[in-house]
């Protein structure tokens, strides 16, 4: 199975990647079949170069790209340019549906970093007072029923208890 993938490349701690086309089974940095593009995460934004037809002719021959690959072919264009061919599109309204995807990836892209630098130059939510802050209630924990003894036998009969009004004998009495 061939794969879509990248090719480490570059120094210690400063790498760069070519996209190529491989065998599976091969190693990450061994022999390929062909480079389709390049990558540089280290450059602000981040360098993206793709050979479009190269990479959808190995798309089409069944090649799976992996999860980075994919986000890669998919931010610069050519996943959307590969569908529009498929429904028969002409090739100005490809150009211009990856353009302005294009523009939309860019936007989308600023507008996180911008987010980003924003959070980080905030300055540091202070902790409420303790007085303040509502105390966490704890679920509670499940009641264990105290063991009740045996109730005893009640009698209908009033020979042993006391009543309320006293009887005739006793008050005579």
Known sequence: MVK???RRKGRKKAPTYDIVAVDSRARRDSDFLERVGYYDPMKQPST???HHNRAIYWLN???QPTDIVRSLLSAD???LRRQM???GKTAEEIEAAVAQHRDHAIARYLKKQ???KARKNAPPVEAAPAEEVAPVVA???EEVAPVEAPAEEVSNSTEGTPSAEPSAEQAEG
Do not use: D, I, Y
Request: proline content about 5%; aromatic content about 10%; hydrophobic content about 50%.
């Open 77 to 79: 264009g050519v996943m």
């Open 114 to 116: 911008a987010s980003r």
């Open 85 to 87: 061919e498929f429904k």
């Open 4 to 6: 879509l993938r990248l």
């Open 61 to 63: 021959t069944g090649a």
């Open 139 to 141: 679920a509670p924990a």
């Open 48 to 50: 993206v170069s793709f």
